[in-house]
């Protein structure tokens, strides 16, 4: 009779439970827990930024300037001090002209200053425009004379502005490499590691560097506003930017920096168009 009874009661009291639980309120579906497949997550990749200009559509600095004299358009590759010295400048004055403050940070399409603001691009009838070899777009020198007019003729040494600028050789060694209009803009002389560079003549330092890829340490000096020259290569510089030097003056050790042996590359510019530097060098 005892456990009779004790059944009744279990009975009565799982039935009481289930009623309960029907009178529980609905309980909310469980979170469902995204697994990898394989061992691997999914990535869900972010949304574009829809909101970035399309480069086509910017209107890039100084673009109202392009095919101006005295403006060049940024390609692709350019650098400030590249810029610079196939316009005959110096790199600060780009970036003072066009008030650059990072002159790391220039832009394809860019319209860039590269005369000084107010100077006059013309000489003896002939409008004279620098030429880049990276920029084959850029307008040509074009003669103010007839187009029927033959073209004057060129003087074997061009003259220098300045009657006391003569040019002196940069280095004793031997030319290993004639100037070339396509392949070697300047000359290239012999000589040991740490031979002296002197300054072919009186100038400003408007470059002294690495940063003008395949020409190593670099110097520039600008001597007046139609001449520039370039020692490339160095083992070590031994004058600074905006430093004076004289003609004679050793301005580094050759080296052969960016180079495949011990050498001096020296340039002469005129107005940045690379001239054969035979041409301007005493004979020896």
Request: some cysteine; glycine content about 10%; charged content about 15%.
């Given at each position: ?6 059944s ?12 309960a ?6 309980r909310?579906?469980a ?15 972010p ?7 399309s ?17 060049y ?112 803009k ?15 003549a ?7 560097g ?23 290569h ?37 107005q ?11 004979v020896?």
């Open positions: 009779m005892m456990a009779c009874h004790v009744r009661f279990g009975l009565v009291g799982i039935a009481l439970v289930l009623l639980g029907c009178n529980s309120p609905p909310s579906p979170p469902v827990e995204t697994r990898s497949v394989m061992g691997r997550t999914p990535v869900t990749a949304a574009p930024d829809l909101s970035a200009a480069p086509s559509s910017r209107v890039m600095p100084g673009s109202e300037n392009a095919g101006k004299p005295g403006f358009t940024v390609q692709r590759g350019d650098t400030l001090t590249r810029i610079a010295l196939d316009h005959g400048q110096s790199w600060r004055d780009l970036a003072s002209w066009n008030n650059l403050s990072n002159a790391h940070l220039i832009e394809v399409g860019q319209v860039l200053r590269v005369s000084p603001p107010g100077a006059t691009l013309q000489t003896s009838g002939v409008v004279v425009q620098p030429i880049s070899p990276s920029a084959a777009s850029e307008p040509k020198v074009t003669s103010a004379a007839s187009p029927t007019s033959p073209p004057a003729a060129t003087p074997s040494v061009p003259a220098v502005n300045d009657p006391g600028l003569a040019f002196a050789w940069p280095a004793t060694g031997a030319v290993i490499g004639a100037f070339d209009e396509v392949k070697n300047g000359l290239d002389i012999a000589g040991q590691a740490g031979d002296p560079v002197l300054a072919a009186d100038g400003q330092v408007v470059y002294a690495a940063g003008l890829r395949g020409y190593g340490n670099l110097i520039i000096l600008k001597h007046n506003n139609t001449f520039l020259t370039a020692y490339a160095n083992q070590s510089l031994l004058v600074k930017e905006d430093q004076q030097v004289r003609r004679g003056q050793k301005i580094a050790e050759m080296g052969k920096t960016d180079a495949e042996r011990v050498k001096l590359h020296f340039e002469i510019r005129r940045g168009k690379p001239v054969d530097p035979a041409k301007f060098l005493p020896r």
